[in-house]
């Protein structure tokens, strides 16, 4: 039998080079290997200050987007429309360590942003989102979670929670699932270098992986290669990006030869653009051709994702059956 991979994204309704290298394209390739389910979180996308008008526009834009790129609509769920992820949220929250939460990295790092740009408000659902992420995992047994380092605090939460509840319950309940560190390249802003690529730095500092040929081949063309602030036989920040991009984009030989080119001193830094540019569009042009198919069959795809999630759902409604029975709560099928 196959092992299950879970991971999820939430609803930013965009995605750029970062994102795409980083992990949505490791999601595209786990589907030969796994059993994959891949959620668009929206639950999550709440416990931010948001607009209400934009959240549904922006989980079928990422949805879209994420068939665009390859994955596979038959894997795709949305969180909301599979409501025992919050069922189950709320039995973790009393399985789930107050302490533990409060030492959580990525609430701190949110609720100051918060209290800097913002109303200062921040919510109960900011403090329990790793409870949410818990169940999201935990709800589809699932054996491996492909995130970046900055969600391995949550995972340890997660294993602690179905650690707790097994205990508690008296059975190897829940498998403890692992996190998949597979080595993605981590990309940065073209025009700034030393920061990652990201959409909340502005415009400049990602690019769209559906961006227009004109602008995609323009914030390439403009990158940062030398600040002159490089210390003397070493690759400057802004070059090596444009190397990681080159690999990541999968044009080895272009990388090989123009690396040959820097170690002899001789890079044109106009051959290494245009390199990454091309390789770039190669991508960009096949998903830009997806999307538009995608969107001429808006109603069909949304009605495909609607499928595809009742039948995932039938998943965690048989774990939190399963649950209620362990629990002590009252499971009554109506
Ligand atoms: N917290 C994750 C992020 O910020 C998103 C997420 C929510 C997630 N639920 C998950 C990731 C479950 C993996 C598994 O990227």
């Given at each position: 039998m196959k092992k299950r991979v879970l991971s999820c994204i939430q609803p930013t309704g965009h995605m750029h080079f970062g994102n795409y290298f980083g992990a949505n394209k490791n999601w595209v390739d786990l589907q030969a290997e796994y059993e994959c389910f891949y959620g668009v979180v929206d639950y999550h996308a709440?416990?931010?200050?948001?607009?209400v008008k934009k959240l549904r526009v922006n989980t079928w834009e990422m949805i879209f987007n994420l068939m665009a790129i390859g994955v596979k609509g038959e894997n795709l769920f949305v969180q909301s429309l599979v409501p025992e992820h919050a069922e189950l949220g709320w039995i973790f929250n009393n399985f789930a360590a107050m302490g533990r939460v409060e030492n959580m990295t990525q609430f701190k790092d949110k609720s100051s942003d918060s209290k800097e740009k913002s109303s200062g408000f921040i919510s109960v659902g900011l403090f329990d989102y790793p409870v949410l992420q818990a169940a999201d995992i935990l709800i589809y047994k699932a054996d491996y979670v492909p995130v970046g380092e900055d969600q391995k605090q949550h995972l340890e939460l997660t294993r602690e929670i179905a650690n707790r509840f097994n205990n508690q319950v008296g059975k190897e309940y829940f498998v403890l699932p692992e996190t998949l560190l597979t080595k993605t390249p981590k990309i940065k802003s073209t025009?700034?270098?030393?920061?990652?690529?990201?959409k909340s730095a502005g415009e400049k500092h990602y690019i769209n992986v559906f961006a227009d040929e004109a602008r995609l081949l323009k914030q390439i063309r403009s990158?940062?290669?030398?600040?002159?602030?490089?210390?003397?036989?070493q690759m400057s920040d802004g070059v090596a990006n444009l190397f990681e991009l080159l690999k990541a984009a999968g044009a080895d030989e272009d990388h090989t030869s123009l690396m040959k080119d820097y170690e002899a001193g001789q890079l044109k830094y106009v051959d290494l653009k245009d390199a990454v540019g091309q390789a770039l569009l190669g991508l960009n042009q096949g998903f830009v051709a997806a999307k538009a198919e995608i969107l001429a069959n808006k109603k069909d795809v949304k009605y495909q994702i609607k499928q595809s999630s009742e039948r995932i759902r039938k998943v965690a409604q048989e774990t939190v059956r399963e649950v209620k029975e362990l629990t002590g709560l009252l499971n009554v099928k109506f």
């Open positions: 709440m416990t931010m200050p948001y607009d025009a700034d270098p030393s920061r990652k690529m990201s990158a940062v290669t030398d600040t002159g602030e490089t210390t003397e036989g």
